[in-house]
């Protein structure tokens, strides 16, 4: 990303932020991709009248899976990882297995399934592991829609914590079945998806811990506060490239950094208060800016879905797959969940945590990395479905998420009075 670029996104985060804050007043995240979204489709019209900026078509063609996947993402999981407790996973370790790896594979095959049905129906040339794919990309919710938006209206903590937590773990998830059917896709042998995912996962927990335990040595005998957040910096950054060449997941590694980082800071760290929190405000003033930058760059590359052929037709069935794999996916993996949290019913659980799936950069970043497997027609229709999908799950669904959960809330309270 050019410094013009950086300067442009920058500029775009401090103007609409401020225009939400003092006139829309809608939720951070969601007013970034919206406008974003506005500006991007004004600088079509205007490019069709006028000779475009440079600078604003580059804006448009950015490679989202460059700036997440190899450049920010694990600092932005660190981040929200931290404040989870080690402790609360414990508690509700069956809760998140079940969500995290049961519900993430059967929204795979359901989603993979009835969209390799609609493609049949429409005519378009997709193959059953292509479909089962796609399912792969869009089936994880997303951790950092999660993290951005979800934490800011008042969930109740049990049900809030499995949210974030399921959004946080089945990324890894997500991405063995990814490699799984990429490697159908491209006839390759990426292995069977226990092996893929043993090596995903179980690689990925190993280096997270091996390395955070020995940055954190320094972190706990310095007295340097800024030496203290350079520490971890280095921890997630170095598991997140350690897996990378080693093919696990640097994405889990990430969060394995930061539970364990949040938990031998509460037991072993002597830090000053004023330390501690300098180092929390450093990570969440990161996250933020990483976060605000994401959401702009998704609103303004988000007009590709406008170019695509039969824009309508594929966005609808992308949407209407991706939710009724969710609920059907939800709807059995919470006959294994065991006690809801919160006083929760099944029906309640299954309707929020539907409506709460959000997608987001992670999904599109992955949609983008099939580019080479896939014919160029096909690339894009996977590449516009993803866009449809996060768009409507991020605005539509996040911006009536909380009269959703009002109703879901006042539902429970009457069946507890």
């Known amino acids: 990303m050019g410094i013009s670029l950086f300067v442009l996104i920058i500029a775009f985060v401090c103007v609409l932020g401020f225009f939400n804050e003092k006139v829309t007043k809608l939720p951070y995240e969601i007013s970034l991709m919206l406008f974003s979204t506005v500006i991007g489709i004004l600088v079509i019209i205007a490019g069709a009248l006028f000779s475009g900026s ?24 660190f981040a929200g990882s931290c404040r989870i407790k080690l402790t609360d996973i414990k508690a509700h370790i069956r809760q998140i297995t079940v969500l995290a790896f049961v519900c993430t594979l059967l929204g795979t095959i359901f989603y993979g399934l ?44 049990g049900i809030s914590f499995l949210i974030e937590s399921e959004s946080l773990f089945n990324d890894g998830v997500g991405v063995a079945l990814f490699v799984c059917f990429s490697g159908m896709v491209t006839s390759s042998s990426s292995g069977g998806f226990v ?12 280096v997270g811990i091996v390395v955070t335990t020995v940055c954190f040595l320094i972190f706990c005998f310095t007295k340097n506060k800024m030496l203290r957040i350079f520490t971890s910096l280095l921890a997630v950054s170095l598991s997140y490239v350690i897996c990378e060449k080693f093919h696990f997941s640097g994405a889990i590694a990430s969060v394995i950094c930061g539970i364990l980082f949040s938990a031998l800071r509460s037991r072993f760290s002597k830090e000053e208060p004023e330390d501690a929190q300098s180092f929390n405000s450093f990570w969440e003033t990161l996250d933020s800016l ?40 939800l709807s059995i993996s919470s006959l294994f ?17 539907t409506w709460g799936g959000l997608r987001g950069g992670l999904s599109v970043a992955l949609a983008m990395s099939t580019k080479d497997m896939l014919p160029e027609d096909i690339y894009y229709i996977v590449l516009g479905g993803t866009y449809a999908i996060v768009f409507f799950t991020t605005v539509v669904q996040g911006l009536t998420l909380k009269p959703v959960y009002n109703r879901i809330n006042r539902s429970v309270q009457s069946q507890s009075a």
Do not use: H
């Open 290 to 329: 990483f976060n605000s930058i994401l959401y702009v760059m998704l609103g303004l590359s988000f007009v590709r879905v406008l170019q695509m052929e039969y824009v309508v037709v594929l966005s609808l069935v992308a949407i209407s797959a991706n939710f009724i794999a969710r609920v059907s996916s």
């Open 114 to 157: 009835l969209f390799f049905g609609a493609a049949k129906l429409l005519g378009v040339d997709f193959s059953l592991p292509v479909c089962l794919m796609f399912g792969s990309i869009v089936a994880p919710t997303d951790p950092i829609a999660a993290t951005g938006i979800l934490s800011k209206f008042g969930l109740p903590k």
């Open 54 to 77: 440079d600078v604003l078509e580059q804006a448009q063609l950015m490679d989202i899976k460059d700036f997440l996947l190899e450049g920010v993402l694990c600092f932005m999981l």
């Open 337 to 353: 969940i065991g006690e809801i949290p919160d006083g929760y019913s099944r029906l309640n659980f299954i309707k929020l945590l």
């Open 195 to 206: 092996s893929v995912m043993l090596r995903e996962l179980g690689g990925a927990i190993l």
